[in-house]
């Protein structure tokens, strides 16, 4: 089975930059200048993104409704203390306020995973992202050595911890959504003997949109869905992230202090077999506030197989899409961006079961 490095080895990411400094810039330079962007997201909402208290008895089923409706919902009482949110926002806020020379000393190879460096997406569009990130799969001690030789090991606790608190946070979430679609622990063999899905992969991606001098005209982060089965995203006070949804457009993402928002990821798409569609979001940035959020982005253990599973399939409901693991699936995603989940499809959609990439295609305008 290749390794997601031997994955990316044949779709790396190569983007001409010169070293944007965000900061010392007065002016957007023309290729970070996007046009057709339509940054008025619908100002009186009617709706806005469902927000789930996990102490709820009904949990389950309001998940299972935002996942339907909108592949996306927040969660309050989650149970991550709000220390360990403040502490990963600081090294976040820690490495991204490095000089551009120390953070170019861990950045990503085209071909890596993980690293300081633009967003794997950016080389599927014409413009460059008002955006820096940093990718951690696995342990970030050799890039933490070189970023703080002497301070180390306090960053690499915090992410540690960080990682090991949403692993469990994932896996609860997991079992409510499943729980949602009629399954259960006992269908889901890789979930573990307890299903604390101990053995699923994540990666952990710190994100940072600088204060932008036109906001109008830039992009933090271009729309995507995430290649993941859930992704937990921890945004700082700054509002930015949008969702699309049908028939509404844009919708802005009210961050909620220490609140957590929960986005369905492509590989859910295919193992609820297009009943939990992954939700299409971007990010817009700022003139007066930098923008962090971290991202946990938690798919299947590596040699697992994800496909529509057998309680969702009926000679009335088709299997929509091929069985897939998480690496292949980054790989297709590598390849085909936005038409990716197309890419891995058995047959065409029928009624309601759609495909949201496709749906959005025509709706998306950039560059
Ligand atoms: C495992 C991964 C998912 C991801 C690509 C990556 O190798 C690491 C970062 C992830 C991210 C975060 C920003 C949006 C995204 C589309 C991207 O370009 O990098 C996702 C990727 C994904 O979910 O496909
Ligand atoms: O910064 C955000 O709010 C979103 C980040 C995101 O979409 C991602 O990391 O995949
Ligand atoms: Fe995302």
């Known amino acids: 089975m290749p390794s997601l490095s031997e994955v990316y080895r044949t779709h790396p990411v190569h983007v001409q930059h010169k070293d944007p400094d965000f900061n010392s810039l007065q002016e957007l330079p023309e290729s970070y200048t996007w046009t057709h962007l339509d940054t008025n997201s619908n100002c009186v909402m009617k709706e806005s993104v469902p927000v789930i208290d996990l102490n709820d008895p009904n949990a389950s089923k309001l998940i299972g409704h935002a996942c339907k409706t909108w592949g996306v919902y927040q969660v309050v009482n989650h149970g991550i203390p709000t220390r360990l949110l403040d502490e990963i926002q600081w090294v976040g806020q820690s490495l991204f306020s490095l000089p551009s020379h120390q953070k170019h000393k861990v950045a990503r190879s085209p071909d890596g995973v993980a690293g300081y460096g633009l967003a794997r997406l950016s080389s599927f569009f014409p413009k460059l992202m008002w955006y820096e990130g940093f990718t951690i799969a696995g342990s970030p001690l050799e890039h933490f050595h070189q970023l703080w030789p002497q301070n180390y090991s306090k960053h690499c606790d915090i992410v540690m911890q960080y990682d090991e608190t ?202």
């Open 166 to 367: 949403m692993k469990n946070l994932a896996g609860k979430l997991m079992w409510l959504m499943l729980d949602s679609l009629g399954i259960t622990k006992e269908d889901i063999k890789w979930g573990g003997s307890k299903g604390q899905f101990k053995k699923a992969s994540a990666v952990l991606q710190l994100n940072s949109y600088p204060i932008c001098p036109d906001p109008d005209r830039a992009m933090g982060l271009a729309p995507h869905t995430d290649s993941t089965l859930l992704t937990i995203l921890y945004q700082n006070n700054i509002s930015g992230l949008q969702v699309h949804k049908e028939g509404l457009g844009w919708v802005t993402v009210q961050p909620l202090s220490h609140g957590l928002v929960i986005n369905v990821g492509d590989l859910l798409h295919i193992l609820s077999n297009g009943l939990y569609p992954s939700v299409l979001h971007r990010v817009l940035v700022n003139r007066t506030r930098q923008r962090l959020s971290v991202a946990y982005l938690c798919g299947p253990p590596s040699n697992v197989e994800i496909c529509p599973h057998a309680k969702l399939v009926s000679p009335s409901q088709p299997p929509l899409y091929r069985s897939v693991t998480w690496n292949e699936y980054l790989g297709a995603k590598a390849k085909h961006f936005d038409k990716a989940l197309s890419s891995v499809r058995l047959c065409s959609p029928i009624n309601e079961l759609f495909d949201v990439s496709e749906a959005h295609k025509n709706s998306v305008q950039v560059g």
